[in-house]
C-alpha cells in the first residue's frame, strides 16, 4: 500500500484550466511577427493540457486499484494467500517449545566456555549447560565429555534463570537414567560385572559399577582382605537389589566369586594364595573367591601351629571339597592331595606336583563310593516302592543324589580305612 500511494504522490500536477477552447479552425496564411509568437504559446499550452489529461488518467486508474486493495484487505484479507491462517496456527503448535522443568529437548551446543556450555534449543532464550551437569564423572571441562561446538545432544531442562528467563539444563540426568536402566538389565540377567571399589564404612565398601555407586556389604565379600588393602581395586559383583526410587544398588562379591568358580565341581583342583591365618585354619584366594583351609584338612600328620606350615603370601594347590554357591562359603584340602600322610609337613612340593594325580584318584574312589551307595539304596526296595536312605530312614524310592554330589569333607580318605 505505501508503494502504491508513493507512486500516487509522484503524479500530482497543477490543476488544469477553466477556460474552454476555442473552436474555431486555425488559418492557412502564415502569421505575423506579432502573431506567431503567441501561436507558439497557444501549442506548448495545448500539449501540457494533453500530458496532464493523460497524467490524470492514470492517477485515476491507479486510485481505483488502491480503493480495489483496500477493500479486499479490510473484507477478505487472507484471499488468494495459500498459506492460510490454519497453516499458520499449524505452525505455531508445531515449534512451540514446552519449557517446563524435567521436559526433554534436542539442543546443539554453539559455544562453551569454564563453566559450562551454551545449546540452541529453538526457545525464545539461550540455554545452559552447567559443567556440573554435562556427566556423572568428574571433569574439568565440558569438552572431556565430548560437549563441543556443533554436537547435538538431547537434554533435560532443570531449572529457569528469572532475570533473563534463561533456562538450565542436564545431560547428567539423563546418563543417571541409562545406568539404573543397565544395571536393572544387568540383575535380570543374573551377569557378573567389575566394580572398583571407591570407598569403605564400617558396614562395608563402596564400589563404582556402570557409572552409579553401589555397596558391598561386608557380609557379601568372599575375601578376608580389609577395606583399606581393596581400595583402587577390582572385584567381581554381582546385583542384589537395583532401586532407582531409593537411589539403592547392594551387591554381592560373594555370589559373583561362586558364580566364576561354578565350573569347578567337588574334587577340583585349584590354585590358590593364602590371605591369612587363624588358629582354626588358612584363608585361600582361589580366583577372587575366598576359601576356608581348615587346620586338620592341612595335612593326615596333626598340626599344632599352623604357622609352621603356611604363610600368607604362599601359592599352593587345594581340592576343593564343597561349594556352598548361595552364601558363597567354599571349602579347601590339601590332606587329599599328600601321597603319603604328613608330606605337608615334610615336603610340600611333593604334594604339588602330585596334585592332579592324587585329585583323580580321590575323585574315581568318591564315584565308586557313589554307585556303592546307589546299590545299596537299591537293594532295600520293598513291594512297596519304598527304600532305606543312608541315614536309615525308610521313605519313597528315589535315584537322586545331591546336585553337587557327596561333601568330601564328610568321606574318609583311603588311609583312615
Known amino acids: 500500500m505505501a508503494s502504491l500511494s508513493h507512486h500516487l504522490c509522484s503524479l500530482r500536477s497543477s490543476p488544469l484550466s477553466s477556460k474552454p477552447l476555442s473552436s474555431k479552425p486555425l488559418s492557412s496564411k502564415p502569421f505575423p511577427t506579432h502573431h506567431r509568437k503567441h501561436h507558439t504559446r497557444t501549442s506548448i499550452v495545448c500539449s501540457s493540457l494533453a500530458i496532464s489529461s493523460a497524467q490524470n488518467k492514470d492517477r485515476i486508474k491507479l486510485k481505483e486499484l488502491f480503493d480495489d486493495a483496500y477493500e479486499r484487505c479490510r473484507t477478505a484479507p487472507m484471499e488468494g494467500v495459500s498459506f492460510t491462517l490454519e497453516n499458520f496456527n499449524d505452525a505455531l503448535e508445531k515449534y512451540d517449545f514446552d519449557s517446563e522443568v524435567g521436559t526433554k529437548v534436542k539442543g546443539t551446543v554453539f559455544g562453551t566456555d569454564a563453566g559450562g556450555a551454551y545449546v540452541d534449543i ?142 569347578l565341581g567337588i574334587g577340583s583342583v585349584v590354585t590358590g594364595t593364602v590371605q591369612s591365618l587363624k588358629p582354626y585354619g588358612a584363608f585361600i584366594d582361589i580366583g577372587g573367591m575366598s576359601g576356608l583351609l581348615h587346620v586338620s584338612q592341612i595335612s593326615h600328620d596333626r598340626i599344632t601351629d599352623i604357622e609352621t606350615v603356611l604363610q600368607p603370601g604362599d601359592t599352593l594347590k587345594v581340592m576343593i571339597l564343597s561349594h556352598d554357591r548361595e552364601r558363597g562359603r567354599v571349602s579347601l584340602s590339601t590332606k587329599k592331595l599328600e601321597p603319603t600322610p604328613g608330606d605337608m609337613i615334610r615336603n610340600p612340593k611333593l604334594v604339588f606336583e602330585k596334585a592332579e594325580e592324587m585329585a583323580q584318584t580321590f575323585r574315581q574312589r568318591i564315584a565308586q563310593a557313589e554307585a556303592m551307595a546307589r546299590a545299596d539304596m537299591l537293594r532295600f526296595q520293598p513291594e512297596s516302592g519304598l527304600t532305606l536312605s543312608n541315614d536309615g530312614i525308610l521313605g519313597p524310592l528315589t535315584s537322586d543324589l545331591p546336585a553337587e554330589g557327596l561333601d568330601l569333607s564328610e568321606v574318609p580318605s583311603a588311609e583312615d580305612s
Open 122 to 263: 529453538t526457545a525464545k532464550s539461550t540455554a545452559y549447560l552447567p559443567l556440573q551437569e554435562a556427566s556423572i564423572h568428574r571433569i574439568k571441562h565440558v569438552h572431556e565429555a565430548g560437549i563441543v561446538s556443533g554436537v547435538r545432544e538431547e537434554f533435560v531442562i532443570i531449572g529457569e534463570v528469572e532475570a533473563d528467563d534463561s533456562l538450565i539444563l542436564s545431560l547428567k540426568s539423563i546418563q543417571f537414567d541409562l545406568c539404573w536402566e543397565r544395571c536393572r538389565q544387568l540383575q535380570a540377567e543374573d551377569v557378573v560385572v567389575k566394580g572398583k571399589i571407591v570407598g569403605a564404612n564400617k558396614g562395608g565398601l563402596v564400589a563404582e559399577v556402570e557409572g552409579l555407586k553401589g555397596f558391598v556389604p561386608f557380609s557379601q565379600l568372599s575375601t578376608k582382605s580389609t577395606g583399606e588393602d581393596l581400595l583402587e581395586k577390582e572385584l567381581p559383583l554381582k546385583f542384589v537389589e537395583v532401586d532407582e526410587e531409593q537411589s539403592r544398588l547392594i551387591l554381592s562379591h560373594r555370589k559373583a566369586a561362586a558364580d566364576s568358580q561354578g565350573q
